[in-house]
């Protein structure tokens, strides 16, 4: 090993971490050739890569308000719109973009640097509102800004809007196109509209040095420097990085994904303590990693957990200014990397962490290659509903905005709403001195508030249980506040409910009979049975099935057509003491054997024309039909027997999908509770008409029925 490789071994890993950073970033300034100054005979230039993607984005849907980037700051204070209004212009003097338009040249889209613009400042007087309508028409205008199009064409592609709360209070809105500004840009802007406005409120000239070169030399020079060999370099990594496809990540959401992308959006905020950053940054310290490099893993876990899946694919900006003559510049600058993490095998968080550092690094090294190069060469197979590569972002603020004090005047930002959104999620978090500023902005296409809102709140949960226990599995690591586990596993399974635990379903029937005799209980076409019809014949069949020998625990299959005598026969079975096993005619020969056989029915109650579709049984048949009028000679009074609540009140068998058929038993205890819960969750009233329409083979019949007649209202059974 060479002695600089040994001093290099012996580095800490965040110190060697700094170091990488700092090589890539003199490779990236000296390798390439000097960004030069181009002659200015023509006002013409091409579109850097970026620029030529949100070009190609406007022209598939002109007069967008999507790629628009609003910026609000309160101004405090004594405040000169002359000063300000001389400080724009000089700024727009020194910066070409901002005096930029976009055409076509011979089918290609350039630059056009405008020798100047028009710059002028609406003036929205609020004064005579109350501070509480001031604060809503603020936000009101701010929207409203935010959401006006651009004309690429046209220009100018910078607004600004005065807002005058009072003599001393004003809001300035400014908004340019993210195609002639970023983030960093914004800063820029602001910094140098507060140094301008010191020095013309002092009647001084500028201290701002010119310009060596603008963004469209920068364009100039990016298509000069990214030549088939550099491209080639840059891309052997991410072809080894990404493969052929990278997955898709399938978040549950609360509405189906739209046929195409539609922009629309929302923000949640949220605040981690300050005590929980510190931790998370010593955290950071001791594994050798950044902030970054924490929070990011955090949100794959987050990610994992909703999605199960193991390859997470997140994308990240990259402020891309790491050349010292574009540090100051106005332009759209920033790039895209695009982050991919295996989660799988069920890593502690603390290995998971050393993945995704290795992974940020790699990208990192191989920066230079525009998002938009790397989707052409990549060719992923593209949707209108998806964004290229990934639909879910991570931003980490590592200079949060401050007060800028002026002669007089105070500048502070204004927070906004954001009502659009790029991408299904992007979090944001920002360092402040209260703690960690988080901000998820989602797509409302996809997410309600409340969904979102429980996401944050995972999150939270989650960071804090890093914090505290990093060698904790991914599958050990809580998403759940305390308060949400315990009605998880307390107050939701806290089922317990007063109910008449010494009755059976057919006793509560009863009861039903002798307050509304008259009310309708049972529909079926043109036909209908009252409670008290239904009761009688019903007990006519219950005595007729006790001299059959019809008792507790003996089983009566039912196969029948949905009629009244379905009815009939369910309770007929239940009043004679006995439990009823469903048989649904329409079911294959074959099934239907195997359930008789099975339960070993002692009766089985039919119809003439069904008997045919019958094997033959030992079981006593009695058609409902053509045996009626032997049935009717018994008494329609209540059949007394010895059932009790803890005896059988049917069996209903599974669909045998996971093997063979298995028979549930269902006690009349059972049915009672559950009959009475969903008459009292669905508040049935006596005027109710309830639909049955599930196959007497299935569970949800139960539904249909009992909880409909012990609450007096009526079923409607489906014509066939």
Avoid at 5 to 34: C, D, H
Avoid at 98 to 112: K, S, W
Wanted: contains cysteine.
């Amino acid at each position: 090993m060479s002695d600089l490789n040994q001093r290099i071994a012996q580095l800490s890993p965040q110190k060697r971490e700094l170091l990488l950073q700092r090589l890539n970033q003199k490779k990236a300034t000296i390798a390439p050739s000097q960004i030069r100054r181009q002659s200015r005979d023509f006002n013409y230039f091409p579109l850097s890569f970026a620029q030529q993607r949100l070009w190609f984005l406007s022209q598939l849907e002109p007069n967008n308000p999507f790629y628009n980037q609003p910026t609000a700051l309160r101004l405090t204070g004594q405040l000169n719109i002359a000063i300000l209004e001389q400080s724009l212009k000089e700024i727009i003097r020194r910066h070409e973009t901002l005096r930029t338009t976009f055409a076509i040249v011979n089918g290609q889209p350039v630059q056009v640097i405008n020798p100047a613009i028009d710059l002028t400042l609406p003036i929205v007087d609020l004064q005579t509102l109350s501070p509480e309508i001031q604060e809503q028409e603020v936000r009101k205008l701010a929207a409203q800004e935010a959401q006006q199009p651009f004309n690429l064409e046209q220009g100018p592609l910078l607004r600004v809007t005065i807002l005058r709360l009072s003599l001393e209070e004003h809001v300035v809105l400014f908004t340019t196109h993210h195609i002639i500004s970023d983030g960093w840009s914004t800063r820029v802007l602001v910094q140098e509209i507060a140094t301008l406005y010191a020095t013309f409120a002092n009647n001084q000239p500028s201290p701002l040095l010119e310009l060596p070169i603008q963004y469209a030399d920068f364009a100039v020079w990016q298509r000069q420097y990214l030549t088939a060999d550099v491209i080639e370099t840059q891309i052997s990594y991410w072809r080894n990085h990404l493969g052929n496809a990278p997955p898709l990540l399938d978040l549950p959401s609360d509405y189906h994904r739209p046929d195409s992308l539609t922009y629309k959006g929302n923000t949640q905020s949220f605040l981690l303590p300050e005590s929980l950053a510190k931790t998370l940054k010593n955290l950071s310290q001791q594994e050798g990693v950044t902030l970054f490099m924490t929070l990011l893993t955090a949100f794959k876990v987050l990610l994992h957990r909703y999605s199960h899946q193991d390859d997470i694919v997140v994308g990240t900006p990259i402020a891309n200014r790491n050349r010292a003559e574009i540090e100051l510049l106005i332009g759209f600058f920033v790039n895209t990397l695009v982050l991919r993490t295996n989660l799988g095998g069920n890593p502690s968080f603390r290995q998971l962490l050393k993945r995704v550092r290795e992974v940020t690094l790699g990208a990192y090294a191989h920066q230079d290659l525009p998002f938009e190069q790397l989707v052409e060469e990549l060719q992923p197979e593209r949707h209108l509903n998806r964004n290229p590569l990934f639909d879910v972002m991570f931003v980490l603020q590592n200079a949060p905005a401050q007060e800028l004090k002026l002669p007089g005047l105070i500048l502070s930002p204004l927070s906004q709403e954001n009502q659009t959104a790029i991408l299904d999620l992007t979090l944001s978090m920002t360092e402040t001195e209260q703690g960690l500023l988080g901000e998820m902005e989602y797509s409302t296409d996809l997410f309600d508030s409340k969904t979102i809102e429980r996401m944050v709140g995972h999150f939270q949960v989650l960071l804090a249980a890093i914090a505290d226990e990093p060698e904790q599995c991914l599958s050990d690591l809580p998403l759940l506040s305390a308060s949400q586990q315990h009605q998880l596993l307390v107050e939701w399974n806290n089922t317990q409910a007063e109910y008449p635990q010494d009755k059976c379903i057919h006793e509560l029937f009863e009861v039903q009979v002798e307050r509304t005799p008259d009310a309708v209980a049972v529909v079926f076409d043109n036909q209908q049975l009252t409670y008290r019809e239904l009761n009688a014949k019903a007990n006519q069949l219950a005595h007729y099935l006790r001299s059959l020998g019809v008792e507790p625990e003996v089983l009566v299959g039912i196969c029948v057509e949905r009629s009244l005598s379905m009815a009939i026969a369910i309770l007929g079975v239940i009043k004679a003491g006995g439990a009823y096993v469903s048989l649904d005619p329409t079911y294959p020969r074959d099934r239907l054997k195997g359930m008789v056989e099975d339960a070993q029915v002692k009766v089985l109650l039919t119809q003439q024309q069904l008997l045919t579709e019958l094997l033959e049984t030992q079981a006593d048949v009695v058609c409902l039909d053509t045996d009626w009028d032997l049935i009717t000679q018994a008494q329609p009074d209540n059949c007394a027997s010895a059932v009790t609540p803890e005896n059988l009140a049917y069996v209903i068998y599974t669909s045998g999908s996971t093997g063979k058929p298995k028979g549930a038993m269902i006690t009349h205890q059972a049915l009672v509770n559950y009959s009475l819960e969903i008459a009292k969750q669905f508040n049935l009233q006596p005027s109710d008409r309830v639909l049955q329409f599930a196959s007497v083979g299935f569970d949800v019949v139960v539904e249909e029925l009992f909880p409909t007649w012990v609450s007096g209202a009526t079923v409607v059974l489906l014509e066939s």
